[in-house]
């Protein structure tokens, strides 16, 4: 979205209330399926947390698009390790 209201010379409010207007459209369809919308912490760090065991690897770069877990020495995807961390955080949120 900020990339988008750049590119089109949009100001910072218009990607905000995009990314709003998504969300509750997101929200909206998933009630209307039974589902649920579960929002996590921003900050939470979903690619620095090791699926696996826990581990936060604090040195990760944003360049590292693969790394290997120092305390249970799994590879991780820096995406497909976050994808894993958001989908459990979102079900411990749901059961909480
Ligand atoms: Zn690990």
């Given at each position: 979205m900020?990339?988008?209201?750049?590119?089109?010379?949009f100001g910072k409010s218009v990607a905000?209330?995009?990314?709003g207007m998504f969300n509750a459209f997101l929200s909206?369809?998933?009630?209307?399926?039974?589902?649920?919308f579960v929002k996590i912490d921003k900050?939470?760090?979903?690619?620095?947390?090791?699926?696996?065991?826990?581990?936060?690897?604090?040195?990760?770069?944003?360049s590292e698009r693969t790394w290997t877990c120092?305390?249970?020495?799994?590879?991780?995807?820096?995406d497909d390790n976050a994808s894993v961390?958001?989908?459990?955080k979102g079900l411990e949120m749901l059961s909480a």
């Open positions: 900020q990339d988008m209201s750049q590119a089109l010379n905000d209330n995009g990314w909206y369809k998933l009630a209307d399926q039974g589902k649920q900050w939470y760090p979903s690619s620095k947390t090791c699926h696996i065991c826990g581990d936060i690897y604090k040195e990760l770069q944003l120092p305390k249970c020495n799994t590879m991780h995807n820096r961390n958001i989908k459990n």
